[in-house]
């Protein structure tokens, strides 16, 4: 019975309904593509935070930029760094371990068949953080022109692609990190050098002044040391001398920062607009229960209780709310999912979406949060209409 009469409701006063549509449907878009948005900035934060792997980045000074901007974003860099500073930072006390990397942009289409891809050459035989990541995919480090490559560099193992004149073959592609290291190469060190040795390309692992230049170094510190106390004996003993080091925490943490700023504005636009869309509800609703109150006195003298006519019209609006909330829901999940590094890179973090679970929990959050805002307007108004003026009504009708 109900189900016949809202749906006749809803065909008979369809301005009214569709204002409401319009209204479910604007905040579910909003309260859903914020709660998304944010679970991913979040597994970005997380994925960030394990993939890093070392205590400690050392740099060059004043390219602190540079390396977020690579290891968050993907953008593709080179800088310089002596090699000998490993010895150096590794005879610093507490330091367990001390790897190199050596960072190479491939941004001039005629050095290579794929251009805008960072290319991350690493020591096999001292790293200790993408050796990591290799191990929990079962792939094996890559060897003299091998290539292992991010989700979104473009290519597939397998595939032969060139970079700087020679042909390197892929050999794995790493699982989503929802970071830059998504859009990056790895390759060798031996690799590097190799390539270096090539007519032409000696800036890929160049030598000054005799000593081999690398970009950073990841630093692993003992469990039983203090990690901020190395990093500050690190900058107080070489930060005069060209390098500086930074803690991956405070790496994150202004990562963190900036992410916390994104979702506090999300969280305050959700906010006010389900504010209005509250307020609008309630005007809605109770214009549309006062436009039909001689429909509400002819179920009255025929004999329906007030309870039986709330449950008629809360039927109307809960159909319409929940055929707008799911329309949003995919909606938001066929915009947002298959542009994830579109999304990434527009917002300039970490981000990867959340899982199918996670996606559930948002609906559902979405749906009940308007099933509330349903449910409190929809009784407000037939309460109110029905204790102030039943006698009222039902004279009307019969007049």
Known sequence: MFTRFAIKDIRS???????????????????FAGGVFQKGAKNGVDETTARLGADIIVVPAGYSSDIQNSLFEGEACTFDLDSSWVELISDVDCVKTASPERYIATLNAECCSAGGIQMIAYDPETDFTVNAWLGDQNIASPGLYEIIVGVNAGFEAGDTVEFF????????VLDETGMGYDSSAFISFETAKAIASTEGYSMIYPVKDGVEQISMIMVEVEDDCDIAAVKDKINTV???????AYSTTSLVSSLTEK???????ITIFDVSLIIVAVISVFAVVTINFYQRRTVIGRLFSVGVTPGKVIRIFFSEYIFIMIVASIIAIFAVILIMYPFEALLRMSAGIPYRQPDFANVLLLAAKTLIINFVVTAIASIYSAVRLIKREPAQIIKEDIT
């Open 13 to 31: 006063q369809k301005f009214i309904f569709s204002i409401l549509f319009l209204l479910f449907l604007s905040t579910s878009v909003a309260i």
């Open 165 to 172: 004149g020679n042909e390197f073959y892929v050999t794995a």
């Open 238 to 244: 070489y930060g005069d001398d060209g390098i500086r």
């Open 259 to 265: 992410i916390s700023g994104v979702t506090t504005f």
